[in-house]
């Protein structure tokens, strides 16, 4: 009886180690496998940037998308799939730009015909506004086919819109308020808002 009784307080006294060895084993575990998966991730963002690098996009494009990731703590997964899609849509602006005979691209409109075709924006009708806008206002008015788009318009309603805007500078600064406008009502920002420009030079 006294046998019995000596080896379960051995066992009740070793358990808390036990456990503690567990729980230390599993943690370490869970750290590997978390390491893991962020070299794994960066990995895909560093093939992204090489590619991006390789196709003459800037990759000053898919960095922003890894700093503003990692400074809101998503998941490194999450950021390469980011940077993935992103680099997907630069390279259909760029081929769009290069189709549309639209000269240099400038990161600023790589970034916004981008944003334009994930907003849902045709092809056809960034290759159209690229080739027909001036190039001192072809940023702001892809930026204003893009939020046309995002607040219902088709491609091709929006097309005509900024086209006919687009022609004169107080014209194209006059839509993109009042589309800025309709955006804020509905508690968006605008595509200029996030690239970052304030006016209409």
């Not at 080896?7 to 978390?34: N, V």
């Not at 014209?171 to 006016?199: K, Y």
């Amino acid at each position: 009886m006294k046998i019995r009784m000596l080896s379960a307080m051995a066992a009740l006294a070793f358990s808390p180690a036990i456990l503690a060895a567990q729980t230390a084993g599993a943690s370490s575990a869970t750290q590997s496998q978390g390491q893991a998966q962020t070299r794994a991730a960066q990995v895909r963002i560093d093939a992204a940037l090489h590619a991006a690098a390789q196709a003459d996009i800037p990759t000053s494009l898919l960095s922003s998308k890894v700093a503003e990731g990692q400074a809101k703590h998503v998941p490194p997964d999450r950021i390469a799939n980011a940077v993935e899609a992103r680099l997907k849509s630069l390279t259909r602006a760029s081929a769009a730009l290069t189709r549309a005979d639209a000269g240099t691209q400038s990161a600023a409109e790589l970034s916004v015909s981008a944003d334009a075709l994930e907003a849902g924006v045709s092809e056809n009708a960034l290759i159209q506004l690229s080739r027909s806008a001036p190039d001192d206002r072809r940023v702001v008015a892809v930026a204003v086919l893009a939020d046309l788009v995002r607040l219902g318009q088709s491609s091709e309603s929006a097309l005509a819109r900024v086209s006919t805007a687009v022609t004169t500078s107080t014209a194209l600064a006059n839509l993109n308020a009042e589309v800025a406008s309709q955006l804020r009502l509905g508690g968006l920002g605008s595509t200029l808002d996030a690239l970052g420009i304030l006016r209409i030079q």
